[in-house]
């Protein structure tokens, strides 16, 4: 059993940054691939970034692509997402996961999510 609690959403103004932390319980971190997904309102959840479980391979989104960036720290069973130039249309809540296969079809662990708002 994993439980991950996200943690430093807020509001921000287009532009700003702020940077998310997942922090996972159990000793089995490093055997997750890891990733954060978004959900805004009337939408459905998407996958935005996901690393690998050593941190060697990363996926981001089209439209995070050169302002998102994703990490991990095995020793700290803890990821991190670093949103930079944040837009309007980033709000959404954001939700970190788990995904021993990694291929993010059925993610096997979900954090309760945090809310990120960007305000215009």
């Known amino acids: 059993q994993v439980q991950l609690v996200e943690s430093g959403g807020g509001l921000v103004q287009a532009g700003g940054s702020l940077r998310l932390s997942c922090a996972a319980s159990?000793?089995?971190?490093?055997?997750?691939?890891m990733g954060w997904f978004r959900q805004a309102p009337g939408k459905e959840r998407e996958l935005v970034t996901a690393i690998s479980r050593g941190g060697g391979s990363t996926y981001y989104a089209d439209s995070v692509k050169g302002r998102f960036t994703i990490s991990r720290d095995n020793a700290k069973n803890t990821v991190y997402l670093e949103m930079n130039s944040l837009k309007p249309e980033d709000t959404a809540v954001y939700y970190c996961?788990?995904?021993?296969?990694?291929?993010?079809?059925?993610?096997?662990?979900w954090g309760q999510g945090t809310q990120v708002t960007v305000s215009s």
């Open positions: 996961a788990a995904d021993a296969a990694g291929l993010w079809t059925h993610p096997d662990y």
């Open positions: 159990g000793r089995t971190f490093r055997t997750y691939a």
